[in-house]
């Protein structure tokens, strides 16, 4: 099971805005950097956010990341259809030795 | 162009073998930690292993799930990342993605593992 936890769903009109929140512990989001994951149906996750805030060349300013103590938030404004998406939080966890992911959460443009 | 493209994948029985490969480009590979993630039908992504790189001795680690089982290596000449997998269950049966999760570089296409008998 995932050991980072999102919302299943959040959802809003186009034009305004959303955050999706990724809680985790001291262990892993506490302590590493958090990247945040796009996926489409059928293909592969897409990587929006990395080092907690910082954008990939192509990832629209629309989407940010940040970080508080062993919570993390991805926020996207200016909401597009085109956003619809499942979207899911990653980070190392130093007690697990291991990558962990979020839940996943699936953005409704209304 | 920064790709990362996986091979290998197919349909085995439950026990049987198979061997991943994932061909990357267009960045310096051996200087990247990389990492096998997998996605099963309509789940969400489960981290399978990760290999480091020549200078943090190619130390590799594994989720439970698969630990004893799968084995990531990689050839830093050929730019090139492998998981072999043997012993293989029903419960393996996923997407296998190739990446280096924490970093900017995207994830592979993925190829599917279908494990049925």
Request: no cysteine; charged share 25%.
């Given at each position: 099971q995932s050991v980072l936890t999102q919302p299943p769903s959040v959802s809003a009109a186009p034009g305004q805005k959303v955050t999706i929140s990724c809680s985790g512990r001291s262990s892993n989001i506490g302590d590493n950097y958090v990247s945040w994951y796009q996926q489409f149906p059928g293909t592969a996750p897409k990587v929006l956010?990395?080092?907690?805030n910082k954008r990939p060349s192509?990832?629209?300013?629309r989407f940010s990341g940040s970080k508080s103590g062993t919570s993390a938030t991805l926020g996207i404004t200016g909401?597009?259809?085109?956003?619809e998406a499942d979207y899911y939080c990653g980070t190392w966890d130093n007690s697990l030795t291991g990558e962990v992911f979020g839940t996943g959460t699936k953005v409704i443009v209304l | 162009e920064v790709q990362l493209v996986e091979s290998g994948g197919g349909l085995v029985q439950p026990g049987g073998s198979l061997r991943l490969s994932c061909v990357a480009s267009?960045?310096?590979?051996?200087d990247q930690y990389m990492d096998w993630v997998r996605q099963a039908p309509g789940k969400g992504l489960e981290w399978v292993g990760r290999i480091r790189d020549k200078a943090n001795s190619y130390v590799t680690d594994y989720a439970a799930s698969v630990k004893g089982r799968f084995t990531v290596s990689r050839d830093d000449s050929e730019n090139s990342l492998y998981l072999q997998m043997n012993n293989?269950?029903?419960?393996?049966t996923a997407v296998y993605y190739c990446a280096s999760t924490g970093s900017f570089l995207p994830w592979g296409q993925g190829t599917l593992v279908t494990v049925s008998s």
């Open positions: 956010i990395f080092d907690n192509g990832t629209p300013d909401l597009q259809t085109g956003d | 267009g960045f310096a590979f051996s293989l269950k029903s419960e393996d």
